[in-house]
């Protein structure tokens, strides 16, 4: 299993939200880059990044400071946030991006990402991100009618490879992931997993790499320091040696 340290930007600022709620965003560090630097020395093989402002506004907001760390470092880098066209697509994979995460537009525009997917194929993932079941939307401000489920398998068989699940109440709470909607998303789709909210500590990747998830991404757990990025880096690989 992967562990994806995470880098959240709002006005051009590492930040971090609680429940996906703007108004809690708060300042976690000082450089985007010397962060990625630091993820990169610590063993990190990939990093994940999320433009707040362009989740929020659907177009790209802080893609010049997403590109300058990109730049700056070794590390493979998925970015997500107001991705809604294939302009935005190919701007981020034209210019070094690894992978791009598409949201609100799985529900708004299933075209887009069906059409993404046939040029691009495992370099688009989908994010899932939930309220109680149901999927949320644009910057996580809009909750729609639509079951996680029923989305991750219209995501599959459009050919989407790799999904990345919330549950918006776990994000940032560090009180643990929803470990039975991940094994449920599991069970339900043969896409790739990858983990996101709620993540606290060594015990988390643990219980993550036991329904054997592709990845697992940590923000805040790191930046307080109650998950060590090396650490949890050394204890999925363990397990997944141990699956294999």
């Not at 109680?132 to 639509?146: F, I, K, M, P, R």
Request: net charge negative; charged share 25%; hydrophobic share 45%.
């Amino acid at each position: 299993m992967y562990i994806l340290p995470a880098i959240d930007i709002k006005d051009g600022t590492c930040v971090r939200l609680y429940k996906g709620d703007y108004t809690t965003a708060h300042k976690v560090a000082e450089s985007a880059v010397a962060t990625a630097a630091k993820f990169e020395a610590a063993g990190a093989a990939w990093m994940h990044m999320v433009d707040l402002d362009g989740a929020k506004d659907g177009q790209r907001v802080n893609s010049d400071l997403i590109l300058s760390v990109r730049k700056s470092c070794g590390l493979k880098i998925e970015v997500g946030g107001g991705i809604r066209d294939m302009e935005a697509v190919d701007f981020y994979l034209e210019h070094g991006i690894d992978r791009v995460i598409l949201g609100s537009a799985a529900i708004r525009d299933p075209d887009f990402v069906k059409a993404a997917v046939k040029k691009y194929a495992g370099r688009i993932a989908v994010s899932i991100d939930a309220r109680n079941g149901l999927v949320s939307a644009d910057g996580w401000t809009d909750t729609s009618e639509v079951n996680f489920i029923t989305l991750a398998k219209e995501m599959e068989a459009i050919g989407v490879k790799y999904l990345i699940f919330t549950d918006i109440s776990k994000d940032g709470m560090l009180s643990g992931p929803n470990l039975t909607m991940l094994d449920e998303l599991q069970a339900a789709v043969k896409c790739h997993i990858i983990a996101s909210g709620g993540v606290s500590n060594l015990k988390d990747i643990i219980d993550l790499s036991n329904l054997q998830l592709y990845g697992a991404i940590s923000g805040k757990a790191i930046y307080t320091g109650s998950l060590d990025l090396k650490q949890a880096i050394a204890v999925a690989e363990a397990a997944q040696e141990t699956q294999e």
